[in-house]
């Protein structure tokens, strides 16, 4: 199964004082985007950054703007599935320095008649860590773009978004990096 990775780097970063989360170093010492690199080169899935291209454009990665811009994720995930065209898409968030290549393959390998794959936690669905089938959930996507609800959780609840279900360890692999507390606790 050939996919495409977006990695969303769109984000302001407030809580950061507007640092690009993505350029943050990592517990490897890698910055977050170069593991992501790293790690989805070594699984052979091309990665694509999503958002902002601003403080990435001398990675001399790949970028798509949000379509449309300004709305949140939800317009990084319109364009992630129109890059991706026919082929899966794994939608992944730039702050989550401990996501395994074991569970991106686990993602890849989940049943592929399922239109969103996705881990939850804490009863929410991951939506930035995920496996889109653009054909069946662009137009989902694009419909909400023009409603007033714009939400991921909404858009899996309809989907209808698959499971993947997680051990312990797996779920502490999506803890992310949302203020200089979590990056201080590593």
């Not at 769109?10 to 593991?35: F, H, I, N, S, Y």
């Not at 401990?98 to 390998?109: M, N």
């Amino acid at each position: 199964m050939t996919a495409v990775a977006g990695v969303f780097v769109g984000g302001p970063a407030r809580r950061m004082g507007g640092r690009p989360k993505g350029l943050l170093v990592g517990p490897d010492g890698a910055t977050l985007v170069e593991r992501w690199r790293t790690m989805l080169r070594a699984l052979g899935v091309p990665l694509v950054l999503v958002g902002s291209a601003g403080p990435y454009a001398a990675l001399g990665l790949e970028m798509v703007k949000d379509q449309p811009d300004g709305i949140g994720p939800l317009g990084g995930l319109v364009a992630l599935l129109r890059r991706a065209g026919a082929h899966p898409a794994l939608a992944l968030a730039c702050d989550m320095p401990f996501v395994s290549a074991g569970l991106i393959e686990r993602l890849l390998a989940a049943p592929s008649d399922a239109p969103i794959v996705a881990p939850r936690r804490q009863g929410k669905w991951e939506p930035l860590c995920a496996r889109y089938d653009p054909v069946r959930v662009l137009p989902l996507a694009v419909a909400r773009v023009a409603s007033p609800y714009r939400s991921l959780q909404r858009l899996l609840d309809d989907a209808p978004a698959v499971e993947l279900g997680l051990s312990a360890a797996e779920a502490l692999e999506l803890r992310d990096w949302d203020s200089p507390d979590d990056v201080s606790a590593g």
